[in-house]
C-alpha cells in the first residue's frame, strides 16, 4: 500500500515555465489537498478537492491549477513559475468521516 | 476567521524531560484538532487528533494532548523526551465552517533534544 505519492521530489525551474506536480493515492479516499510549506508559516492550503470534478480554493490559489479527474490522481499545476512559488509542496488525502489526512513526502520546488 | 498560534517556534529539552509544546486556536465552535510531527526531509505524520470525544486524548509514542475549551487551547505533552523526537511539531484545526474539508496549520514548533 503505498499511500500517497508525489512526483517529482525534487524540481528546479526557471521564473515563466509551466510545470505540473503530480499526487495520487491508492486509498479510495475521496478527498484530497495541496498544500504549501515556507518557513516559519506552517502550512497554507492551496487548493482542494472532494470528489472526482469537484475542486475549490484554499488559502492561497493564485498562480495554480487544479484539475480532479479520476478519484486517485490530483495534479497541481503552476502557469508561469514565479521566484514567490519556491516553497515545498505537500499533497494530501482522506476519505469521508475520517478527519485526518494522510500527506505525501513532498516536492520541493526551486525557481530560479 | 480560524486560526492557530504555537507559542515558541524553537523548544529545547534535556533527554528525560517534560515536553510542553503550546498550542492554541481561534474558532467559534469547537473544531477538530490535530497534531503533526515532521521529521527531516519527510511529510506530516499524525500524532494524534480531536474530535469532541474526550478532551484528553493520546497519541502515538508517548504523547497526549489535552483540549481545553474555556482556554482555547490543545497543548502537546510528552512525559520523558527522547533523542528521537526531535522534529518539528504542527498543530492544526479543521473547522466546521470549512466542513472540515481544510486544514489550518500554526507555524511550527521545532523541537531539539539534547543529552
Known amino acids: 500500500n503505498a499511500g500517497v505519492t508525489q512526483t517529482p521530489k525534487f524540481q528546479v525551474l526557471k521564473t515563466g515555465q509551466s510545470m505540473t506536480l503530480q499526487c495520487a493515492q491508492d486509498?479510495?479516499?475521496?478527498?484530497m489537498s495541496w498544500y504549501r510549506q515556507d518557513p516559519g508559516m506552517g502550512l497554507r492550503l492551496i487548493h482542494y478537492?472532494?470528489?472526482?470534478?469537484?475542486?475549490d480554493q484554499g488559502e492561497v490559489p493564485n498562480g495554480y491549477n487544479v484539475s480532479r479527474s479520476t478519484t486517485e490522481d490530483f495534479p497541481l499545476r503552476l502557469l508561469s513559475a514565479a521566484p514567490s512559488q519556491t516553497s515545498v509542496y505537500f499533497c494530501?488525502?482522506?476519505?469521508?468521516?475520517?478527519?485526518?489526512?494522510?500527506f505525501g513526502d513532498g516536492t520541493r520546488l526551486s525557481i530560479l | 476567521a480560524q486560526s492557530v498560534t504555537q507559542l515558541g517556534s524553537h523548544v529545547s529539552v534535556s533527554e528525560g524531560a517534560l515536553v510542553l509544546l503550546r498550542c492554541n486556536y481561534s474558532?467559534?465552535?469547537?473544531?477538530?484538532l490535530f497534531w503533526y510531527v515532521q521529521y527531516p526531509n519527510q511529510g506530516l505524520q499524525l500524532l494524534l487528533k480531536?474530535?469532541?470525544?474526550?478532551?484528553l486524548v493520546k497519541g502515538i509514542n508517548g504523547f497526549e494532548a489535552e483540549f481545553k475549551k474555556s482556554e482555547t487551547s490543545f497543548h502537546l505533552t510528552k512525559p520523558s523526551a527522547h533523542m528521537s523526537d526531535a522534529a518539528e511539531y504542527f498543530c492544526?484545526?479543521?473547522?466546521?465552517?470549512?466542513?472540515?474539508?481544510?486544514?489550518?496549520f500554526g507555524a511550527g514548533t521545532r523541537l531539539a533534544v539534547h543529552p
Open positions: 474558532s467559534s465552535v469547537p473544531p477538530y
Open positions: 492544526a484545526v479543521s473547522p466546521f465552517s470549512g466542513g472540515y474539508n481544510k486544514l489550518i
Open positions: 478537492s472532494v470528489g472526482a470534478g469537484i475542486t
Open positions: 486509498m479510495n479516499h475521496e478527498y
Open positions: 494530501a488525502s482522506r476519505r469521508t468521516g475520517d478527519m485526518p489526512q494522510h
Open positions: 480531536y474530535t469532541s470525544a474526550a478532551t
